[in-house]
């Protein structure tokens, strides 16, 4: 525990300053969010909160932790993976290519490291679902998902960084119970905490007053680090987590990010193309401000990542879980599906 809290304090340090001194350097490169159709703020935002988390927790990490463990890996495909966020985030780079991109990374960090998912668990009650040659792929295919999903999630102020927190500290809490996961538990608890300072940032929390953004860099990063750890949380010699908890602890990004490529396809859409169809689009539409927004989906966060924490303390059977969990998702996404008439009901009550 000293040694993550020493390299969370180290990664926060370098962070804060990273974003004061990469301002400048992103208006030179143009790595700027100007507003346009899509988007309501005002003026061009640097979009440097998430290169100053990865810059931090890099630093942090190579000048006092060990590369061992599939470590050296993973920070060298966050490293390319940041570098690709970042050009997409100057000059706008084709979505195959980022998908491609994203696929080769994911491949790098599996096969390069040699850890990968081995089992599903008992998700169906009929015993543990072992993945065999599939595992490496089937984690190259959640790195893809999460990595997106929390890309996805980045729309309104502090929401991407309030659910990376979510998940962070939920990952810190596990890792802390089960012996043999301190380099897991420092990973999780830094990036926690480089992420501060952008967030502080975001929402224009003193000492900042102008607001910065996380950029794709930043989001995606985080979505493939938050893998990274469940992947080796998972493992069985030193297992943290059970697989279906990991599916509480990133519900919201994940629900968000399905529930609308579901509704994308069934429109004949591309499930890759943006939308204004997001759950905080829906809270915004409905006439809620971007804090209250914030403040209810990160709460609905936590009370899904509690419920995760106590399924794994009380060792709640997997199956019963998951069947909770879909049962949830289906709930959620029937409630996105009459969100609108549901939300401003519910506006007109609040003001009776």
């Not at 607001?211 to 949380?233: C, P, R, Y």
């Amino acid at each position: 525990m000293e040694s993550a809290a020493s390299l969370g304090l180290s990664s926060g340090f370098i962070a804060f300053f990273s974003l004061l001194l990469l301002k400048p350097f992103a208006v030179r490169v143009r790595l700027l969010d100007v507003a346009d159709h899509r988007k309501v703020h005002k003026g061009a935002v640097p979009l440097t909160g998430g290169l100053s988390a990865f810059i931090g927790l890099f630093a942090a990490w190579m000048i006092s932790m060990p590369l061992i463990g599939g470590y050296g890996i993973y920070l060298l495909a966050s490293l390319m993976l940041v570098l690709l966020g970042a050009v997409d985030d100057a000059r706008d780079v084709p979505a195959q290519f980022r998908l491609w991109a994203q696929v080769a990374l994911g491949a790098l960090l599996t096969y390069g490291s040699g850890v990968s998912l081995v089992h599903f668990g008992d998700l169906l009650g009929l015993g543990v679902i072992e993945l065999g040659w599939l595992g490496p792929l089937i984690t190259i295919a959640a790195v893809i998902g999460a990595t997106n999903a929390f890309n996805m999630i980045d729309g309104i102020d502090g929401l991407a960084g309030s659910m990376s927190l979510v998940t962070l500290l939920s990952l810190s809490f596990l890792f802390v119970q089960a012996p043999g996961n301190s380099l897991e538990l420092a990973l999780a608890f830094s990036i926690a905490i480089a992420l501060l300072p952008y967030l502080a940032a975001n929402l224009r929390m003193p000492p900042f007053r102008k607001k910065i953004f996380m950029g794709d860099a930043g989001s995606m990063f985080i979505g493939f680090s938050i893998v990274w750890l469940l992947v080796k949380g998972t493992q069985p010699e030193t297992q943290a987590l059970r697989p279906v908890t990991a599916l509480w602890i990133i519900a919201i990004p994940l629900m968000d990010m399905v529930a609308i490529m579901v509704r994308r396809a069934r429109k004949g859409q591309s499930v890759m193309k943006p939308d204004r169809e997001h759950l905080h689009h829906i809270f915004m539409r409905a006439g809620f401000t971007d804090r209250e927004a914030l403040l209810v989906i990160t709460l609905v966060s936590l009370v899904f990542a509690a419920i995760g924490l106590a399924g794994e303390r009380f060792q709640v059977p997997e199956w019963l879980m998951f069947t909770l969990f879909v049962g949830m998702f289906a709930v959620y996404d029937w409630v996105l599906s009459h969100a609108w008439r549901l939300l401003v009901l519910f506006r007109k009550r609040k003001h009776l």
